[in-house]
């Protein structure tokens, strides 16, 4: 692609940039980058918003902030101040704990009260929030942030450095047990977060990291920033932050009420007040819709749900990487022979499931974590696909000519249980017979941790993953080789340890241009499929909907549900 570029004019805007940002401007004004990734690279990499539409107009380029990614988003707000939004989201499994959460119905009310350093947006660029911008050195292993002044916490004390590095010292301390090491692992220790001045934050990673600034937002839904010193097993009681909503009640399985913040930092929230009723499964939450007991369910499945598409609701509908995640133990018979694993997987017509499942509403899967919505993703490798007859040819030559029996553990949560009825249905026309066991969520998941989780112990798991702007935690936490010291692989339900992955996926976090990151991508894609440890068989467009006549409501595909600017006209 030839680019018209003002040469004199680029030069000057590329001045004040670092190495880093430098070589993701010379990418796109080579044509190696789109406009759509070059924006969301450059937020990556601290390049502002205002400074990103002067490099576009300098390269001949629209200067409009577009970047879409297929998604139809939320509407502006259209209605008048002080409405009360009445929303139904997934019943939280555990304590609203900041270190402990790890469901969407936990991280969904982590978001009401607190704030990350940034936001990770519907079109995946990076969006400063507690954090005014951010550098990375040479080396994209040494990252500063520059924290927002004039920020308080809602029991008045005021934001600074200290809180920062408070909260994230916590949730990397291995001792603490916290869910965003499934991030953190090998990113990260305490002794790398250090205090620059009262507003300054520097964080030296265990190795580079491309990426590092998603890991600092929304996407890593643990890292809400705590005041210096909060215990965070009282956070339910309180639910302490800096956001433009404080806590009126929270009743657990039943629901939450939030209040417009009046001292808000930013610009206040449209509503006066919010009302959260959690629901167990999706049903009663779409009643609740249809009969205008809720104003907006954060998320639905078109399983059960076609009432809603019926154009009489407002639909949000996001491109995503949100998928399920079908893992072999791959410590344990029958599934140590990759073979079998691969056998499986070939006996799923996966066009066919994300019709039925989803109504076209989702992106086939290649059993790897790279999802269509990924910039990085190698698209070159071949699509797995229906083959019985290899199916069948490979569980003879592992010794399973007459097929086997297993069990497969799972959640009782949207189509899960749909799809974990095909994937039995499917394994029958090679002879294995796959007994379901479908549990509430809490169970499920236990603890969430080795020998305390169906989730993590089973023979067979089934489970969901939310989106995220970018790929490295799915290529880390369920999938690198578990190590308890670094706690490295804290969510491998495949009990899968490959050390020729474990280099590609370091080689691939280390990376900050899409054109290295595509070639390793290819890499593991590769690898992955050869060895088939999970099954990614979709990524689905994460879908929220609201009664006519809301406005402003504001999604993720992660899960969260944000309000302050939602109205009703």
């Known amino acids: 692609m030839t680019r018209n570029i003002d040469h004199n004019r680029l030069g000057r805007l590329r001045q004040d940039q670092g190495e880093i940002a430098n070589h993701i401007i010379d990418e796109f004004a080579a044509g190696r980058l789109s406009r759509r990734d070059f924006i969301r690279r450059g937020t990556v990499v601290g390049i502002s918003v205002p400074l990103l539409g002067s490099i576009l107009a300098a390269c001949g380029s629209s200067a409009s902030s577009s970047g879409s990614t297929g998604a139809s988003s939320s509407s502006s707000a259209t209605g008048a101040a002080g409405a009360v939004i009445k929303a139904g989201i997934v019943t939280p499994t555990g304590a609203i704990n900041p270190v402990t959460v790890a469901d969407q119905g936990g991280l969904d009310m982590l978001a009401q009260t607190g704030e990350y350093l940034c936001l990770s947006s519907q079109t995946l660029t990076l969006q400063p929030v507690l954090a005014t911008s951010w550098s990375a050195d040479s080396t994209a292993k040494v990252w500063t942030f520059k924290i927002r002044q004039n920020v308080k916490f809602h029991g008045g004390g005021a934001l600074t450095a200290d809180d ?12 603490n047990g916290s869910n965003a090491l499934s991030a953190f692992a090998g990113v990260l220790s305490p002794s790398g977060v250090k205090k ?3 507003f300054t934050v520097q964080f030296t990673l265990d190795a580079a ?9 929304s996407d890593n839904y643990n890292m809400i920033i705590l005041p210096n010193g909060y215990d965070p097993a009282k956070w339910q009681s309180t639910f302490i932050g800096t956001g433009p909503f404080t806590l009126g009640s929270y009743t657990p399985k039943s629901g939450a009420t939030f209040a417009r913040n009046e001292a808000y930092w930013g610009t206040k929230a449209l509503p006066s007040q919010t009302e959260f009723t959690f629901y167990d499964t999706q049903t009663p939450a779409i009643l609740a819709l249809t009969g205008s007991t809720i104003d907006v369910v954060g998320q639905f499945s078109v399983t059960g749900a076609q009432e809603l598409l019926t154009g009489s609701y407002n639909i949000i509908k996001l491109k995503s990487s949100a998928h399920r995640e079908l893992s072999f133990r791959c410590d344990q018979a029958p599934f140590t022979d ?3 694993r691969q056998a499986v997987a070939l006996t799923l017509n996966r066009p066919a499931i994300v019709q039925a499942l989803f109504k076209g509403y989702a992106d086939v899967g290649n059993d790897s974590p790279f999802a269509p919505v990924f910039p990085s993703t190698n698209t070159s490798v071949p699509q797995r696909v229906q083959d019985l007859s290899k199916a069948k040819s490979l569980l003879a030559a592992a010794g399973h000519s007459s097929g086997f029996s297993t069990q497969l553990v799972t959640e009782n949560f949207l189509e899960i249980p ?3 009825q095909i994937v039995a249905q499917s394994a029958k026309a090679i002879g294995v017979n796959i007994n379901l066991k479908v549990e509430s969520s809490a169970q499920y998941y236990g603890k969430a941790t080795f020998g305390n989780s169906d989730w993590l112990d089973a023979t067979m798991s089934l489970v969901d993953y939310g989106h995220r702007s970018v790929p490295n935690v799915f290529l880390t936490a369920p999938l690198e080789t578990t190590n308890a010291k670094t706690g ?3 969510w491998n339900a495949a009990h899968f340890a490959n050390a020729q992955y ?13 054109t290295t990151q595509k070639s390793l991508a290819g890499q593991i894609e590769t690898l992955l499929l050869d060895q088939t440890p999970i099954i990614f068989g979709y990524f689905y467009n994460y879908l929220s909907a609201t009664a006519q006549g809301v406005t402003g409501v504001y999604p993720t595909a992660i899960g969260h549900l944000f309000l302050y600017n939602a109205a009703k006209s």
Request: aromatic fraction near 14%; charged fraction near 15%; charge should be negative.
């Open 164 to 175: 920062v590095v408070y909260t994230y010292q916590l949730h990397t301390n291995t001792k």
């Open 209 to 217: 990291n491309g990426n590092f600034p998603y890991l600092t937002s």
């Open 502 to 514: 474990d280099s590609l996926v370091a080689k691939y976090v280390a990376a900050v241009d899409v």
């Open 488 to 490: 490295t692989g804290p």
């Open 418 to 420: 749909d799809y974990a």
């Open 338 to 340: 990759p073979r079998v």
């Open 196 to 198: 620059v001045d009262d």
